[in-house]
Each structure stands twice: as structure tokens, then as C-alpha cells.
């Protein structure tokens, strides 16, 4: 099956750093690449996300870029708030066959105020 | 307000006996899935149902089992065949056929004791 790997497992940056979790998945059908924020006994909520027809995409202080051919893609936040705290979690789909979301293990980071 | 409910947020049962999480939501998607998170652990696929009275197992089915008699509803059942029932329950929907934000409700911890 689908898997998502996820490095580090945890991050810990100054406020006003920058802050880059990867990961990379196995199935280059996979063509969905959400990025979700999870804050401590809550749900995951979404905070950006690519599609397979997109190197790169930007939100304010955050992007996510994607590399198809190393299969690999990347949340990279600047100017970190301590805010963004929180653990951090990659995943991936496909439009066809099980179209689930497959996640990586999680970043925590920790901001630094 | 839309959304994805779960009920209840904490739930403890006695060895042995079988338990019914809830999941509803208003937001009129046609997916809905059951994830389970461990401290510490991505989320992992438990199982899924791409329309009415049809699910999937995922990754970790065995012990669980699902209904979806109606679109708006998910519940899932964690049965003393589950060995290590104790986690935190995330349950998700998103609209088909072509992937976009999945939105997670707000989880169950459960606690068995």
C-alpha cells in the first residue's frame, strides 16, 4: 500500500525563523497533497494543499512545494509566531481506486518566543 | 453552522464490551472515513464509505466495524476483538469524485479500562 514518510518528527525554531517539514510518498499515482495543522486535542484542520499539476503554491506565510519526479514535497512557513506551534501532518491521495488519505507520522514544532 | 460532529469527546468502557462512536455531518459530502491516532502516530485509516450502504476497510480494520445507512452518518463500533482499543478517534467526510479538503471532526478519545 500508499506511504507517506515524514521527517523530523520534531522542530524546534526561534520566533521569526523559517521552519521545512518534508516528506515523501510512494505511489506516483498519488496526484493530492494536503498539509493539515493539528493542535493539541483538536482535529487536523487544513493549511494548504497542492495538486500533482503545481510545483508550487503560496499562502501568506506558507508554501508548499512539490517535486513529481523525486516524489517529495515540502511545508515551508516563514516567520514563524509561536502560534504556530502545533504538530504538523503531510499526506496524499489519488482521484482513482481508494482515494483515502494516506498521512505521514507528524512534525511537531515548536516555536521559540 | 456546517460541519462534522462527534459524540462524545471522551468515552470509557470496561474490558470486554463493544462501543459505538458517533459521526454526523451537514455538509453534504459523499465520502466519510474513521481514523485512529496514537500518541505520538500519524493518523491511520481504520475505514471508509464512498456512498450509502457502501464502506471499505482500511489499514487497520480488524476489531471495528461501520454502517452508512444514511449520508450524513458514520458510526463506527469498536468491538472486544479490538486488542488495543484505547486512541483517539478521528472522524472525516469530503465531497467526491475529485479530492479536495477532507475536514476532520473534533475526536473521541477513548479510554478503556
Known amino acids: 500500500g500508499e506511504n507517506v514518510e515524514q521527517h523530523p518528527s520534531t522542530l524546534s525554531v526561534q520566533e521569526g525563523d523559517s521552519a521545512v517539514i518534508k516528506c515523501t510518498y510512494s505511489?506516483?499515482?498519488?496526484?493530492?497533497f494536503p498539509w493539515y495543522k493539528q493542535e493539541l486535542g483538536k482535529g487536523p484542520q487544513l493549511i494548504i494543499d497542492?495538486?500533482?499539476?503545481?510545483g508550487e503554491k503560496k499562502d501568506q506565510r506558507i508554501a508548499v512545494t512539490l517535486n513529481k519526479t523525486a516524489k517529495h514535497f515540502s511545508l515551508h512557513i516563514t516567520e514563524t509566531q509561536p502560534e504556530d506551534s502545533a504538530v504538523y501532518f503531510c499526506?496524499?491521495?489519488?482521484?482513482?481506486?481508494?482515494?483515502?488519505?494516506?498521512f505521514g507520522s507528524g512534525t511537531r514544532l515548536q516555536v521559540q518566543p | 453552522d456546517g460541519g462534522i460532529t462527534q459524540s462524545p469527546k471522551y468515552l470509557f468502557r470496561k474490558e470486554g464490551q463493544n462501543v459505538t462512536l458517533s459521526c454526523e455531518q451537514n455538509?453534504?459530502?459523499?465520502?466519510m472515513y474513521w481514523y485512529r491516532q496514537d500518541p505520538g502516530q500519524g493518523l491511520r485509516l481504520i475505514y471508509y464509505s464512498q456512498i450509502v450502504n457502501d464502506f471499505q476497510k482500511g489499514d487497520i480494520a480488524e476489531g471495528y466495524s461501520v454502517s452508512r445507512e444514511k449520508k450524513e452518518s458514520f458510526p463506527l463500533t469498536v468491538t472486544s476483538a479490538q486488542k488495543n482499543p484505547t486512541a483517539f478517534y478521528l472522524c472525516a467526510s469530503s465531497p467526491l469524485p475529485r479530492n479536495t479538503e477532507a475536514f476532520f471532526g473534533q475526536g473521541t478519545r477513548l479510554t478503556v479500562v
Open positions: 455538509l453534504n459530502h459523499d465520502a
Open positions: 505511489d506516483s499515482a498519488s496526484n493530492y
Open positions: 499526506a496524499d491521495t489519488m482521484d482513482t481506486g481508494r482515494r483515502a488519505l494516506t
Open positions: 497542492i495538486r500533482s499539476n503545481v
